[in-house]
């Protein structure tokens, strides 16, 4: 059984400095407190006092476990999440992905969490959550009472935008796919179910929702020899990669390649051409997970999932020009 001795070891510290740090007292230096916290979460050291005044104290403040700040597609979401907590007399702490999401998760230094960090494992929300420290994750499916997997609804568009392809008249269709997570299986099931279900087959091609992946699968189906009369992208930013490649090629979308993303992110409509994709409320995303956080906190009301609804956008990129 790991005791405070071991973390003071772990740490370089003497006991007694441990104790203050894990028990918030004394006079001890940013950089030594933090060395102690790392060094308690590495042993998976609960002090019990500690433990006991985390249970009675609240603290009226959300975490915010985000992958990062940058970009309108996560600054919608927290707009939408700070909305609600204007409204309220409690406060917003917003971690990206570093090492503190984990300390202040592990300790408890929030009321409730809401989670979009693919670093942070299920493993640890699993165990973390409870009636008194909800969590809403927004990037997994986790079955929990006191968990609510708050998705998009990435059938609903995607089944439109194979709809709008097949209905133009595509039939020899790529797909490219993101980085492994339920919203690009998801969204390449659906696709692919619904290609089956008019007996095509759709060659899959991997990238990793980054503009440069995009802009490789491109390249790569480029060399195939054949080209496709439409690819889907899993996101925006991979469609733009594609977009340019095609740019580069010579090619035109959507005469010679119809093209559609995901995300609808702002520069989707600015772009030559236009690019169509499916699009959801990410301030509505961010808003109803805090809604729902705060009601259990406030009220124990139990979590109710259900799915953000998505709509396919229908721009320059993939509409026909007769």
């Known amino acids: 059984m790991t005791t405070i001795r071991d973390v003071a070891k772990r740490a370089g510290v003497s006991v ?66 700070h909305d609600v907590i204007l409204n309220t007399d409690y406060e ?121 992946s995009g802009y490789e699968a491109a390249q790569t189906i480029f060399q195939s020899g054949e080209l496709p009369q439409a690819v889907f992208c899993a996101n925006d930013q991979m469609a733009i990669g594609f977009l340019r490649a095609m740019h580069e090629r010579g090619l035109r979308a959507p005469q010679d390649i119809a093209v559609v993303g995901f995300d609808d992110i702002p520069i989707a409509r600015y772009m030559q051409p236009s690019l169509s994709t499916v699009g959801a409320s990410r301030f509505e995303w961010g808003a109803a997970a805090t809604r729902q956080l705060l009601d259990f906190l406030e009220n124990n009301t139990p979590f109710q999932p259900y799915r953000i609804p998505t709509h396919f956008i229908a721009r320059e990129s993939s509409v026909a020009r007769h």
């Open 16 to 81: 007694t400095t441990a104790s203050y740090v894990l028990n918030n007292t004394g006079n001890i230096s940013a950089a030594t407190r933090l060395r102690v916290m790392e060094a308690a979460e590495e042993l998976n050291y609960h002090p019990n006092a500690f433990a006991r005044h985390l249970k009675k104290v609240k603290t009226r403040t959300i975490g915010v476990f985000i992958s990062r700040f940058g970009g309108a597609f996560y600054e919608e979401i927290l707009e939408g999440i």
């Open 92 to 212: 917003l702490i917003v971690s990206p992905e570093t090492r503190s999401p984990r300390r202040l998760l592990h300790y408890r230094q929030v009321d409730g969490a809401i989670v979009f960090d693919s670093k942070i494992p299920d493993v640890s929300v699993l165990k973390l959550a409870s009636r008194r420290f909800p969590i809403v994750v927004l990037d997994r499916l986790l079955q929990n009472d006191f968990i609510l997997p708050l998705l998009l609804d990435n059938s609903q568009g995607v089944r439109e935008a194979f709809q709008h392809l097949y209905g133009q008249g595509a039939r020899r269709i790529a797909f490219v796919a993101g980085a492994p997570s339920i919203d690009n299986t998801e969204r390449m099931e659906t696709f692919l179910a619904e290609a089956k279900q008019h007996g095509l087959t759709v060659p899959l091609y991997q990238g990793n929702f980054t503009e440069g």
